[in-house]
């Protein structure tokens, strides 16, 4: 993930909102740096379960379009850039 991230191949980062902090402030710090977009949503377990994988806290979104439409269903259908 993180060299994903320092690559700029990574356009969106969504966080489990029961991801240690430790692991948050360090993902949001590179994000931040590599100006990089990150969500806080849902739990560990809801997240794994979505992309059919198992203990998955962090996922990286790679594609511009996808990325925006995450944010759009989340945000209810408006576009707006999340941090």
């Not at 931040?32 to 990150?38: L, P, Y």
């Not at 962090?58 to 511009?64: A, M």
Request: charged letters at 25%; glycine letters at 8%.
């Amino acid at each position: 993930m993180l060299v994903g991230i320092k690559k700029h191949k990574i356009k969106l980062v969504i966080l489990a909102n029961d991801t240690s902090d430790k692991t948050k402030k360090n993902i949001k710090y590179v994000c931040t740096t590599s100006n990089i977009k990150v969500i806080e949503y849902s739990t560990i377990q809801k997240l794994s379960n979505a992309i059919g994988k198992n203990n998955k806290a962090i996922i990286g979104i790679t594609d511009d379009n996808f990325s925006e439409g995450i944010i759009k269903k989340i945000n209810g259908g408006d576009l707006l850039w999340i941090k």
